[in-house]
């Protein structure tokens, strides 16, 4: 049966009204909302309390450490619709058919890979039975950002120590003679 219209709208409205309204989006956390799920290029912050807000009781302390719990959460979340996205498009599925294979709704699945509506551990688990490998490609992605981030550390301390770059191959001279 489904449940949403072809109206956008109406479909939205539907599902705010079945689903509840969330706790939170976690695009919200990404600087580039429009790109949540889809660029490896975006960054996750957490939101700014109020100024007047920055009071050092144990309750700001308390919303602090949720607030990066949160940012952590959309992190993981923006790697695994990555993922996802990734698998559909090379074994050529379209969300609609994904979702018909996991039993939810194409609404659903949109929410969830563009951070609109949370993740569960449910939905990972479907993605990993559905497409495979998901959590595979989430930990080969996570080593490749941070190979990639070694060695644009790497370029940059031999540039400031004049010698050339990664790229090259090769290192400064160590030959004290």
Not at 31 to 59: C, I, Y
Not at 87 to 102: D, E, F, H, W
């Amino acid at each position: 049966m489904r449940c949403f219209s072809a109206h956008s709208y109406v479909g939205a409205r539907f599902y705010s009204w079945a689903m509840g309204v969330p706790r939170y989006s976690p695009r919200d956390f990404c600087d580039q909302p429009k790109q949540f799920g889809k660029s490896p290029n975006v960054t996750f912050r957490a939101k700014a309390l109020a100024d007047s807000e920055l009071l050092n009781t144990p309750g700001d302390k308390f919303r602090r450490d949720r607030m990066e719990a949160l940012v952590s959460a959309a992190r993981m979340q923006h790697d695994y619709a990555r993922a996802i996205r990734k698998i559909l498009q090379t074994k050529n599925l379209s969300q609609l058919a994904y979702g018909l294979s996991v039993g939810v709704s194409r609404r659903r699945i949109v929410a969830m890979l563009t951070g609109e509506a949370v993740m569960h551990l449910e939905d990972i688990a479907w993605a990993e039975h559905a497409l495979g490998s998901v959590a595979g490609l989430v930990r080969f992605n996570e080593r490749r950002q941070r190979l990639l981030e070694t060695r644009r550390l790497i370029d940059e301390i031999l540039s400031e120590e004049g010698g050339d770059d990664c790229a090259t191959g090769t290192l400064p001279s160590t030959d004290p003679g």
